[in-house]
């Protein structure tokens, strides 16, 4: 499956609004997203929420996806309080690639999260600054727990040593 969304470098941002794909457990009356899959997926072009898993969310895999040319493809979170839960998340063997940043940001009680084996290959593309991946927490905040195991990190037009911050 393939989403090509509006989105052109250079262009005006847009409000940070503009969502275009979302796992989302934090809508609707089961306020609990579960046990998905998303397989060799491409995203291109997506203003914010390439990929985002947001609100209470478990037993997700995010794999062999290209993700690519997003200003923020991708946020792992809940914020502000009241905090919600990610459980047991996997994203392995996914392109990043010409982001600006949030390949992904993780915040605020995300736990058992693995990401392994991905490749974020220009992150910063858009502003010549952004970052490859960000754990962000907040005094306050339940913290971010996870495994980064065998992931590629290329800067072309962002900071080198943005590649992972927290």
């Excluded at 040319?69 to 905090?83: G, K, L, M, Q």
């Excluded at 392994?116 to 858009?126: E, K, L, T």
Aim: aromatic letters at 14%; glycine letters at 8%; hydrophobic letters at 35%.
């Amino acid at each position: 499956v393939r989403f090509l969304g509006l989105y052109q470098r250079g262009a005006d941002a847009g409000p940070n609004n503009t969502d275009f794909m979302q796992i989302d457990g934090a809508s609707g009356t089961a306020h609990h997203a579960q046990n998905i899959v998303v397989d060799h997926v491409t995203v291109l072009n997506a203003t914010d929420s390439g990929m985002d898993i947001w609100g209470e969310v478990s037993d997700v895999t995010v794999s062999w996806c290209f993700i690519a040319n997003s200003f923020h493809p991708s946020t792992v979170s809940y914020y502000p309080a009241p905090f919600q839960k990610r459980r047991r998340i996997s994203m392995h063997h996914n392109v990043w690639a010409r982001n600006d940043e949030r390949n992904p940001q993780l915040r605020a009680d995300v736990a058992d999260f693995d990401y392994v084996n991905n490749i974020v290959y220009d992150w910063g593309y858009w502003t010549h600054q952004g970052y490859g991946i960000r754990i962000k927490n907040d005094p306050g905040e339940p913290h971010v727990n996870g495994d980064f195991i065998n992931n590629y990190f290329k800067p072309v037009h962002g900071i080198p040593s943005a590649a992972l911050l927290y």
